[in-house]
């Protein structure tokens, strides 16, 4: 089968001499050693001012909307994975869709003022794609309203806008190390703060716990284990071989897809991007069921990121959002990761652009 993606797995003896570090100490979790060591590497490789690594991806979203969301209206997107508006909900806030960029997918920033009402605390924004959101835009208008402004950054490993960790950008980014993103811990995520909130967000990850006995705050488990963090580190030094490799998969399907049949994602200006995904638009979900069924002959299973539109769902009660639900009824995720064989990247072009073209 050739997937959407497939997990990397740095040699297993290098796994192992990690977590023979946590077995030699006998200590598996609360921030050990071997979290410590990732953090600090990650806080370098990344150039961020503060990281705080948690046990997956969404924890982080709702530990921001808990602290900043306050029970209000979120203005969020509707073009993102369900963890998106399902922190929203489960947290008690409301989501507020704004419609998204037709080339960028990211939340259209000229519609973000009109949706804001008393009730907004926050916009919460997705940089779908590792592709990022117009964050001056953003600032300017949550300045404005003050507003506090989350980014889900689940997809940018290693993504920089104006030479500057996307992550840097917002109160609050947070990323997922999930086994299906670029740099993983099999589970795991990560949240990114100014100095200002680092403390407070601190706190919360690991049960308000202010010292052994003391508490500020109302907190959760959202802590990682030393086993996941070995597999971070791991993992962690062939960072630029995996995006490099990605970048060669990247540059195969945009040097042969028939562009004339086929959309694909614009990125935005000034970014140094992760090649974290290639989605490509078609013109009509008719189309892409075709293509799909014409891949699955090859054993070619891509997926369908991100269907449906978020504003659809039954809980998130979403008024309608012409862009999205289109753009989410056509668009299909191809296959990339390190080491897929140019074999199959020919079968899947030469499909692509066979079945678009009829
Ligand atoms: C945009 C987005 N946000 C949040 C998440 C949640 O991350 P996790 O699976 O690590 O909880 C994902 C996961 O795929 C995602 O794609």
């Known amino acids: 089968m ?60 709702q530990i921001a909307l808990k602290l900043f969301g306050k029970g209000g209206e979120i203005i969020t997107t509707p073009f993102s994975y369900v963890a998106t508006s399902a922190a929203i909900v489960w947290e008690n806030c409301t989501p507020v869709f704004v419609d998204i960029h037709p080339d960028y997918l990211t939340i259209d920033e000229t519609k973000i003022e009109a949706a804001i009402t008393p009730k907004t605390t926050a916009i919460l924004a997705t940089h779908v794609f590792g592709n990022p959101c117009d964050v001056a835009a953003i600032e300017k208008i949550a300045k404005k309203h003050n507003l506090k402004v989350i980014y889900d950054a689940a997809h940018c490993f290693g993504v920089t806008y104006n030479n500057e960790s996307i992550f840097n950008f917002g109160d609050v980014s947070t990323c997922s190390f999930h086994a299906t993103k670029l740099f993983h811990t099999g589970e795991g995520g990560a949240m990114f703060c100014n100095d200002a909130d680092y403390h407070q967000l601190y706190y919360s990850h690991n049960f308000g716990h202010n010292g052994p006995l003391a508490f500020h705050g109302l907190g959760i488990n959202a802590k990682i284990s030393e086993l996941q963090a070995a597999m971070g580190l791991a993992i962690f030094p062939y960072m630029n071989h995996i995006i490099d490799e990605r970048k060669k998969v990247v540059d195969f399907y945009n040097n042969k897809l028939n562009f004339n049949t086929v959309q694909a994602l614009k990125i935005r200006e000034n970014t140094e991007w992760n090649y974290s995904y290639y989605p490509v638009i078609l013109d009509s979900e008719e189309t892409l069921l075709k293509v799909l069924d014409a891949l699955a002959i090859e054993n070619i299973i891509p997926r369908r990121y991100f269907y449906p539109s978020l504003n659809t769902i ?11 639900e289109s753009i ?25 652009n066979t079945q678009t073209l009829q």
């Open 314 to 324: 039954e809980y998130t009660k979403g008024e309608k959002m012409p862009i999205s």
């Open 2 to 61: 050739i997937p959407v993606t497939k997990t990397f797995l740095p040699p297993q003896e290098e796994y192992n001499s990690y977590v023979k570090r946590a077995w030699d100490k006998v200590w598996l979790t609360n921030r050990g050693e071997l979290t410590i060591e990732l953090e600090e590497k990650l806080k370098n490789f990344l150039d961020v001012s503060n990281i705080i690594i948690t046990n997956n991806g969404t924890i982080p979203i």
């Open 328 to 352: 989410a009824s056509r668009i299909l995720c191809l296959p990339l990761y390190v080491g897929i064989p140019e074999t199959d990247l020919e079968n899947i072009v030469q499909i692509i």
